[in-house]
């Protein structure tokens, strides 16, 4: 038997351009054959890298949106599409990232006989039921479930909760190594010089708890149900473009961020988990009438089943927050106990930088009913 895998898929990104990455059949040895169940199709990523040089340069790349009638008038832009392993140069030959395992492959068309909700939602007693087949697509560490990282989880149980992370990161850890990302943002407005906009900046993301189920549902069309696990060990959100200075200083400060500081919103600690859509909620998406007769695109997430009572929830976790340098003298709140007052930056309290807990925690969204239709302007 052979396994599919993929080898360091690097991208000069051109406009309408993409480079095809090289792939190959590899036999698969006995332990590899051992654990192989024969449903879907499975992938294991090795070498995973995108890059693309700088904009304007002559590997970079760029999607141009023209937001007028007149080509060039006003334009949204995009490039410097750049992900690779943490801790490497995005471009060079090591700075691919495996993805995934063969116990923990990327995987899609895996069929599941699974219990679809299809009774009355407004009736609290029913509970009825259909059994549908679901097509499952699943990234590595979907089994993976999100730590609790409350405050109060913290102050009650820090013993479990040091426990419960580090074993969150040592799951991570067996299935893919982390990854960088950068991603530039510009708009031209009325022809004139281009107005930055953004970069985006993320160290050390990895994917866990990801998965999604497609089926059929009487009347609705194309069903989808799943969630979207992600952790970010630092996100950074730029203002201004890198200059000569700022990437000297990145790389005297060995920081992957090069950006000047002053522009600078870093996140860190971030940790995101969404469900959109379940068995007894899923979303839809189908074609509908409008009052005038003609087809619109309708997206909805149904209501929520009466005898459900609660759907699963979705967390949202920011250890810290950061604008511009980390121990920015302008934030400090106090002096730690028992430290000198000599300007040492470990030795004071920062605002939205808790010692324990989080700057910013959103915890326990559910949607109840959405429904989102497209209409002719």
Do not use: C
Request: glycine residues 8%; negative net charge.
């Amino acid at each position: 038997m052979k396994k599919f895998v993929l080898r360091y898929a690097k991208f000069p990104l051109l406009l309408s351009l993409l480079s095809v990455p090289a792939y190959a059949l590899e036999s698969m040895n006995d332990a590899e054959l051992s654990s192989t169940t024969g449903e879907g199709l499975g992938a294991v990523v090795d070498n995973l890298a995108i890059h693309s040089g700088d904009k304007g340069a002559a590997d970079g790349f760029e999607i141009i949106l023209d937001l007028n009638e007149i080509p060039g008038q006003e334009q949204f832009i995009i490039s410097e599409l750049r992900i690779h392993k943490t801790g490497t140069v995005s471009g060079t030959a090591e700075s691919g990232g495996n993805f995934g395992t063969v116990n923990n492959p990327v995987f899609i068309g895996d069929l599941r006989a699974v219990d679809i909700f299809s009774g009355n939602a407004s009736d609290p007693l029913d509970e009825t039921v259909t059994t549908t087949t679901v097509m499952r697509s699943e990234f590595p560490g979907a089994s993976i479930r999100q730590v609790d990282r409350s405050a109060v989880n913290q102050l009650n149980n820090p013993t479990g909760y040091q426990s419960a992370a580090a074993r969150f990161e040592s799951d991570l850890d067996q299935v893919s190594n982390k990854f960088n990302l950068h991603w530039r943002f510009d708009d031209v407005i009325a022809s004139g010089p281009e107005t930055f906009r953004s970069v985006l900046d993320i160290e050390g993301f990895r994917f866990y708890g990801t998965y999604s189920d497609m089926f059929a549902t009487a009347g609705n069309g194309i069903s989808l149900a799943g969630a979207t696990g992600l952790y970010i060990d630092t996100l950074t959100i730029s203002s201004e473009a890198p200059t000569t200075a700022s990437i000297a200083t990145a790389a005297l400060a060995n920081e992957y961020v090069q950006t000047p500081k002053a522009s600078q919103l870093t996140l860190s600690g971030v940790d995101i988990y969404t469900v959109l859509g379940t068995a007894d909620q899923p979303l839809t998406i189908k074609s509908v009438k409008d009052d005038a007769g003609k087809h619109q695109l309708q997206f909805e997430i149904s209501a929520l089943p009466s005898s459900i009572g609660v759907a699963p929830k979705s967390d949202i976790y920011i250890k810290s927050i950061f604008f511009g340098d980390k121990y920015n003298p302008a934030l400090r709140t106090g002096l730690r106990a028992g430290m000198a007052d000599d300007n040492t930056p470990e030795n004071y309290h920062y605002a939205f930088q808790p010692d324990i807990g989080n700057t910013i925690e959103i915890r326990g969204m559910a949607i109840q009913h959405l429904r989102i239709t497209t209409m002719d302007i």
